[in-house]
């Protein structure tokens, strides 16, 4: 089963824009991740939060992870057109060893 | 190029033949991990190995999938009997212990 879910499914905006995606979960967690992918292609690892951080950021990254409400998200600044991809976040459960368990994404689409 | 590898890229198969993927993970990461992507979804964790041992695998691998691990080094997932549910991309990740996973470009089944 998936316990991230990514909100929205799809989000289009403009270049130059920033871009805004959450993540929500069910149970705790060691860390959170967030991963881009490309149409049919592998997923590239953009940054992870632990539980104990709040705010976290890389580059035109920022992530911030509330784990009363168990949410988490994920602002691209100044977005650009090779930003288009589908962002899924990633949950390590405690005592998961890494197995994670992924939302189903949201698909960014960054329009020149 | 020193990310993980996975062959072959795309597989079409007809239904009831089996088949195998490869995955060659990050040298010296002593973990590897077998996702499986279907269309619009997240990834979803199959079964992950530390060294040569397999040490979890989910319910979602049923017994007409195998994955070992020899040498603890790369990786072969076998799908028996191939059925049309079964088409998917599988994702193969590898990490040191405590680390965050490097994900491969992944294998893409279409199972006619």
């Known amino acids: 089963s998936q316990q991230g879910e990514e909100d929205p499914q799809a989000l289009s905006i403009q270049e130059g824009e920033n871009a805004t995606m959450n993540c929500s979960y069910k149970t705790s967690i060691n860390n959170l991740q967030w991963y881009r992918q490309n149409s049919g292609r592998g997923l590239v690892h953009l940054i992870l939060i632990r539980s104990n951080e709040r705010e976290k950021h890389s580059g035109r990254l920022r992530v911030t992870l509330d784990t009363s409400k168990k949410s988490s998200s994920l602002l691209i600044t100044a977005s650009r057109a090779a930003d288009t991809a589908s962002y899924f976040c990633a949950t390590d459960a405690a005592g998961s060893n890494y197995k994670l368990t992924f939302g189903k994404g949201t698909l960014l689409t960054v329009n020149p | 190029d020193t990310g993980v590898s996975q062959d072959p890229r795309h597989k079409i198969t007809k239904r009831g033949q089996n088949v195998t993927f490869r995955c060659d993970p990050i040298s010296e990461h002593n973990r590897l991990y077998w996702y499986r992507q279907t269309l619009g979804q997240g990834p979803e964790f199959l079964t992950y190995?530390?060294?040569?041992?397999?040490?979890?695998k989910s319910r979602l691998l049923s017994d007409r999938f195998s994955a070992e691990r020899p040498k603890g080094s790369f990786s072969t997932l076998e799908i028996q009997r191939t059925e049309q549910g079964d088409s998917a991309m599988y994702l193969c990740?590898?990490?040191?212990?405590?680390?965050?996973?490097?994900f491969g470009p992944g294998t893409r089944l279409t199972v006619l």
């Open positions: 990740a590898s990490s040191l212990l405590g680390l965050a996973p490097y």
């Open positions: 190995f530390q060294n040569e041992a397999q040490l979890e």
